[in-house]
C-alpha cells in the first residue's frame, strides 16, 4: 500500500516542481490521499460487513433447508421401516398363525446362533425379521426402541474390552 509520503512525492515529481517540506497536514495530495483512502476504507469496511451478514443469511438459509431435508428424510425412512414391518407381520401372521412371543424368542435364538457361525446378511435378516415378530406380539415399535435406546447408549462410558474382545458399557 502506499502512504501518503510516497504520493506526495511521486505528485511532486510528476509535476516538476521542488518538495515542498513534507508535513502531511498542510499537503493537498496527502489530504486528498487521506480521504481517499478514509472512504476506500469506509466502502471496503461496509461491503465487508455486507458480505459477512449474507453469508450469515445465507448459512442459517442453509441450515434450515438442511435440518428440513433431514427431518424430510428420516420421516421417509419411519414410513419405509414402518411399510417392511407391516408387510413382515402380516406374512408371519399368516405363515406362523400359532406363534407366541416364546416361540419366536426361541427361533430367535437358533437364528443368532446361526448368525455367529455363518455371519452373512441372510441370517442377520432371519434375526431382523423374528425380532419383528417378537416386537408386533409385545405392542413394541422397534424403530422406536432402536432411537430411544441409542441416545442412551451415546451418552453411556464404555469399558475396555473383555478376554473376548467385547465392551459393555461402565455399570
Known amino acids: ?26 499537503c493537498p495530495v496527502c489530504k486528498e490521499f487521506e480521504a481517499l483512502m478514509n472512504a476506500a476504507s469506509k466502502d471496503a469496511v461496509a461491503q465487508r ?8 443469511e445465507s448459512r442459517e438459509k442453509i441450515s434450515l433447508l ?3 431435508l433431514n427431518e ?7 414410513k419405509a421401516f414402518d411399510v417392511l414391518q ?6 408371519q401372521r399368516k405363515t406362523f398363525p400359532e406363534s ?21 446378511p441372510e441370517e442377520a435378516a432371519d434375526c431382523t425379521m423374528l425380532l419383528l415378530a417378537f416386537s408386533e406380539k409385545c405392542g413394541i415399535c422397534l424403530l422406536d426402541a432402536v432411537r430411544a435406546k441409542f441416545e442412551i447408549c451415546k451418552k453411556r462410558e464404555w469399558g475396555e474390552p473383555d478376554a473376548e ?5 461402565v455399570r
Do not use: Y
Not at 407391516?86 to 406374512?91: H, L, R
Open 1 to 26: 500500500m502506499i502512504t501518503p509520503r510516497q504520493a506526495c512525492l511521486e505528485f511532486h515529481e510528476n509535476l516538476s516542481r521542488p518538495i515542498p517540506k513534507h508535513n502531511g497536514k498542510d
Open 49 to 56: 460487513d455486507d458480505a459477512v451478514r449474507e453469508a450469515g
Open 66 to 68: 438442511e435440518a428440513r
Open 72 to 78: 424430510t428424510l428420516r420421516q421417509l425412512q419411519e
Open 86 to 91: 407391516a408387510e413382515i407381520n402380516v406374512w
Open 100 to 120: 407366541t412371543k416364546e416361540t419366536v424368542l426361541k427361533h430367535l435364538s437358533r437364528e443368532v446362533k446361526e448368525l455367529c457361525d455363518h455371519q452373512n
Open 165 to 169: 474382545g467385547v465392551r459393555e458399557h
